[in-house]
């Protein structure tokens, strides 16, 4: 028996008392929805319920501010769509039919707040929890992905988080044996003291083994496996998440949660043990707001009602008291429903695996959520007003008079475009752009992330998407690409998110794959500023309509909110997950061009007009303003599916996407990738678009894709481009011999060259 | 009981079950070991598997070699390489058995168990006291993957009897503890006896001594090699060098000769 350091706040206590004092403002709740608990409950909270709709009614968890916008992705649907959909946003992970009776699950989250606190552990529980949600549909996890985004890269606390997020990725997914494909870095002092850590995961099933989870069937036992309950990560999802970051109140470290990468590989063997099996009824990962989340969820999602018995949790900290058990976020536990016809072999299956686990209690038709602790009930909640039933916000939006003045301060004749680089200077622009922080090679980071465990990983970094098999009979597999444009969506919300989204159907068209589905991680300021909500209600717009444009469904992802400090808000910064399907991936594309394709053509697909704004090479110069390039959705649809459709016909041997940096750095990945050179000419096709040498290299218009076309396919390749009506330009040849990137009449830059500036920047600034 | 049907769980993604081509390579069984905390299981099976032989999971909990003729112990962070990299799963009951097995029986009774230990692999076989030295966390403290050139120094192995010595082949490095160490004496041993079976080439990736990256036993059948020679076995999925020239994107396959030299020297035998 524990010994009580507490007076223990029962049902009966708290009808009895309806004056206590409770501290509904510390655990982050606001004066009205601290009395919405109390007309819901008809008395005041206990302080476990208290802990419970404090954490389940946080914005992280119930999204009150986000969801009378994130319902357009449930409401701007075609049929279409919904084909290969077989499970949609609200469940843990969307699920989506691949073929020959694989379904895969992909779901990309953030963990931003606890990333700046602590940045190992951060960025380390952000990848452990998001495979939890993948494992818990009943799929083996089998890749990750991190878009990363840091303060300046020479600010003095850059480092700090840098090296922390990246070695907590590394060290929490080369443990579970996934390998990490790809991801973005971007650097930018609106991520100063609100870094942002995505993690993303996807898993691979067949049909039949998916499972959703509910608590149903009376009797059936509610079991909490893993590791143990401890005192780390309380108030995780409500303080930390929810709130913006302030120096002036205590440190937030305590909040953070430490994570154990060993005990969640044991995790997943014994879960999908479980699950092959059929052991198991369902079972729901604990993440934020832990046993809360879990045990309402389940409940609510069952028909009937659940009753736990807390003193059965298996404790780490004995100490600690009922409301700070339901809270707490150890990481690597698991809620597990198991019928009591099965309970031997979920027993025989954790004494394989050496995992702990207790019986909490069992589902009955009460339809409410019990939970007692010593015999006395402290908490008696209708589960549905916990998990699915809180409080939702029309907040105020409007877009901030400023935007015109930003808008109407474009990069074209502005101060920072003063010396526009012409001739043999463009050697230098290129070298320039290529050294910067956002250009240069991301090797430093990927290098100490495994892209080989599992052996199946067709395409990773650097290439525009990570690709892996599924099917090692018939090579099938998925290509991922996780993609932003901040300073496009700060310019133009709308515009920018639809950027976002374009860019990822791109890279993933460009690797070969069909585009299939979409999930997002929306990062964004304090949603109580009305600027900031129409920057995210425009994103919202943007990328639904974008959706159904590009016919690809949104199935699932995550909002992460009051992303700012002091004030000052990130740039609003939606995070696309595209995934896409390779009928074999043996046909994949690769981003750059390899010596035994010496001789073969480089063709440009698409138009491009001066878009400066928002580009690289403004940033170089030190601007944002403008509007960003024009999005057309239409020509991306159609982009994509000559790409898909060239690579599957041997048309092309390799692609590379033009985005940021435009052609100038579209090409000098693309040389870089093998170290093999190309001769290009640009005079023609910048006549053709009118536009001068400079805007051909670094503007950066959309629907654009450089391709290496075999001699022999040229004629085909051509035919296809004209049956399409797709401009397109021949600029230039492989070369395998000159070793460089010889751009005629402007420049020639040797490779040597550029792979040092490309390849030297992170290493100079992070060791 | 639950250990004696346990098998590894059945790969989602790789078929074990394929026919090999040579009949005679199939026969050969190679024991697979996992841990708690195994990654590579299923790469190091496909390796046996694409060589031609016949992979066979082995559960750390039990003692039962089940008749193999080889065992390999691949990577990955067994117990999260709390205490030492390899130390606790050192103290399995399957490793007991390994050693036994290495230091004595084999196919036909006499010759000892070829073994081989992939990273967390070879820790594991130095913590078992098969192999001297230790690995030690990398010199530049990070965790390095990245494809990796390497030196078959000696051929006097089961597992590199198929190389030229001297040969360079390329495979993926992956780690954070690789760095080699041992003392001096042993390090003059291991050099003078031609032991040291592969060392690091194009430069040193994390200071282990001598650039030494992989050792045998004195008998030569027992082999730790850091890097992953079961990640370069299958045109697509591999490292984009090799050895002998360049490849296409992701087609090396060097590593593969590794099993392959395994399955024929026992068939030969």
Redesign the interface.
């Known amino acids: 028996m524990t010994e009580q350091q507490f007076n223990l706040d029962t049902v009966e206590h708290a009808a009895d008392t309806p004056d206590t004092e409770l501290p509904w403002a510390e655990l982050g709740l606001k004066e009205n929805e601290f009395d919405d608990v109390k007309k819901i409950l008809g008395r005041r909270p206990t302080a476990a319920e208290l802990a419970m709709y404090s954490v389940m009614w946080s914005e992280h968890c119930s999204y009150k501010s986000s969801k009378v916008h994130l319902k357009q992705f449930g409401q701007k649907v075609t049929e279409e769509m919904g084909k290969d959909l077989m499970v949609g946003i609200g469940e843990n992970a969307g699920v989506t039919d691949i073929g020959d009776g694989w379904a895969v699950t992909f779901k990309i989250e953030s963990h931003n707040h606890p990333s700046y606190v602590e940045p190992y552990q951060g960025a380390a529980t952000g990848v452990g929890g998001i495979v939890r949600d993948i494992i818990s549909m009943g799929a ?1 996890p ?1 890749a990750v992905m991190d878009p990363l985004r840091f303060g300046a890269i020479d600010h003095p606390d850059t480092a700090r988080v840098v090296h922390g997020v990246v ?1 907590g990725v ?2 929490y997914g ?4 996934l390998p990490n494909v790809g991801g973005e870095v971007e650097f930018d002092p609106c991520y100063q003291a609100n870094p942002l850590v995505n993690a993303l995961a996807v898993g ?3 049909h039949e083994d998916i499972r959703l989870a509910n608590a149903s069937g009376v009797g059936n036992q509610v079991i909490l496996f893993g590791a143990r309950t401890g005192g780390d990560g309380i108030g995780g999802a409500s303080v930390l998440a929810s709130e913006s970051f302030d120096d002036s109140k205590p440190s937030k470290r305590p909040a953070v949660q430490v994570g ?4 969640e ?2 995790l997943i ?1 014994c879960c ?2 479980l699950f ?1 099996g059929s052991v198991v009824e369902g079972i729901q990962d604990l993440g934020a707001a832990g046993i809360s989340c879990a045990t309402s969820e389940l409940a609510s999602n069952g028909e009937g009602g659940m009753h736990v018995d807390l003193t059965q949790v298996l404790l780490r900290d004995p100490t600690l008291t009922p409301g700070e058990i339901l809270m707490s976020e150890s990481q690597e536990r698991m809620m597990a429903v198991v019928s009591p016809a099965n309970m031997e072999s979920f027993e ?2 954790m ?4 995992v702990e686990y207790s019986v909490l209690g069992e589902v009955n038709d009460s339809r409410r959520l019990t939970i007692e602790w010593d015999g006395e009930i402290i908490v008696d909640v209708d589960p549905r007003t916990v998990a699915h039933e809180g409080p939702t916000y029309q907040r105020p939006y409007e877009r901030p008079e400023w935007q015109d003045a930003v808008q109407a301060d474009r990069f074209p004749g502005s101060e920072a475009d003063a010396a526009r680089p012409a001739g043999t200077d463009l050697r230098g622009a290129v070298l320039e752009l290529m050294a910067s922080p956002n250009l240069c090679s991301k090797g430093w980071v ?14 990773a970094q650097p290439d525009d998407a990570g690709v892996v ?5 018939t090579g099938l597999g998925v290509a991922l690409s996780t993609d932003a444009n901040p300073r496009y969506a700060y310019l133009d919300p709308y515009e920018g998110a639809r950027a976002s989204l374009a860019e990822a159907y791109r890279n993933v068209a460009t690797s070969g794959a069909r585009p299939v589905a979409v999930s997002d991680c929306l990062n964004f300021g304090s949603p109580e500023d009305p600027a900031i909500m129409w920057q995210f209600a425009e994103a919202v717009r943007g990328l639904a309509d974008g959706c159904m444009e590009l016919g690809v469904p949104v199935t699932g992802g995550n909002v992460s909110l009051y992303n700012q400090t002091g004030g000052q808000a990130i740039n609003p910064t939606p995070v696309v997950a595209m995934m896409g399907v390779l009928d074999d ?2 046909r994949r594309t ?1 981003s750059g061009w ?3 394709q010496d001789g073969q053509a480089i063709y440009l697909l698409g138009e491009t007009a001066e878009e400066l704004d928002g580009s690289e090479w403004a940033r170089l110069r030190g601007h944002l303003g403008g509007l960003p390039p024009k999005v057309d959705l239409a020509a991306e649809r159609q982009l994509g599916d000559m790409l898909v459709n060239m690579s599957r016909d041997g048309m092309i041997d390799s692609a590379h996407d033009v985005a940021q940096g435009g052609l100038a750095a579209s090409l000098s990945e693309a040389c870089l990738r ?1 170290g093999v050179g190309a001769r290009i000419g640009l005079g023609e096709v910048a006549e053709r678009d009118g536009v001068d040498t400079f805007a051909m290299l670094f503007s950066e218009s959309q629907a654009r894709a450089v391709v290496a076309v075999p001699r022999s396919e040229e004629v085909r390749f051509k035919d296809m481009c004209t049956a399409r009506n797709f401009p397109y330009a021949r600029i230039g040849v492989v070369d395998a011999e000159n070793g460089a990137l010889d751009v005629q009449g402007e420049f020639s830059l040797d490779l040597t060259e550029l792979r040092e500036a490309h390849e030297g920047t992170l290493r100079r600034h992070f060791g | 009981m639950a250990d004696s049907s346990v098998t590894l769980e059945t790969p989602l993604i790789a078929d074990l079950g394929q026919e090999a081509a040579d009949s005679r390579l199939a026969r050969v069984r190679v024991g697979v070991v996992a841990f708690p905390g195994t990654l590579d299981e299923r790469d190091a099976a496909r390796a046996v598997r694409l060589a031609g032989g016949t992979p066979v999971p082995l559960w750390y909990k039990d003692s039962d070699l089940q008749d193999v003729d080889a065992v390999v112990v691949p990577g990955g962070f067994s117990y999260g390489d709390y205490l030492r990299a390899g130390a606790i799963a050192a103290k399995a009951p399957m490793m007991t058995a390994v050693a036994r097995a290495a230091q004595s029986r084999g196919t036909s009774g006499s010759s000892p168990l070829p073994v081989l230990g992939i990273c967390n692999g070879f820790q594991v076989l130095t913590e078992t006291h098969l192999l001297p030295g230790s690995m030690i966390k990398n010199d530049h403290l990070k965790f390095l993957c990245r494809d990796q050139r390497l030196a078959v120094e000696s051929t006097a192995t089961p597992w590199t009897a198929a190389f030229e010595p001297g040969e360079e082949i390329v495979v993926p490095l992956k780690n954070q503890d690789g760095q080699y160490v041992a003392d001096e004496g042993t390090l003059a041993e291991l050099e003078a006896e031609g032991r040291v079976v592969f060392r690091y080439a194009g430069g040193n990736p994390n200071g282990s001594r001598n650039g030494i990256a992989g050792v045998a036993n004195a008998r030569g059948n027992v082999v730790g090699l850091m890097p992953h020679p079961e990640h370069a076995v299958e045109p697509g999925f591999g490292p984009s060098s090799s050895g002998s020239g360049p490849v296409a994107m992701r087609s090396g396959t060097d590593g593969l000769r590794i099993f392959s030299s395994l399955l024929h020297q026992l068939v030969s035998a």
Do not use: C, H
Request: proline letters at 4%; hydrophobic letters at 35%.
């Open positions: 083996r089998v070695a590394g060290g080369n443990s579970l044996g691979v099933m067949r154990d990468p060993f005990a590989k044991v063997e999908l043990e092959k025989r299956i004494e394989k695996w050496d990927t290098d100490q992330y495994d892209r080989y465990v599992q052996g199946n990983t067709a395409l098999r599924v099917d090692e009979q991936v043996g690769p390899e010596a035994d093998f």
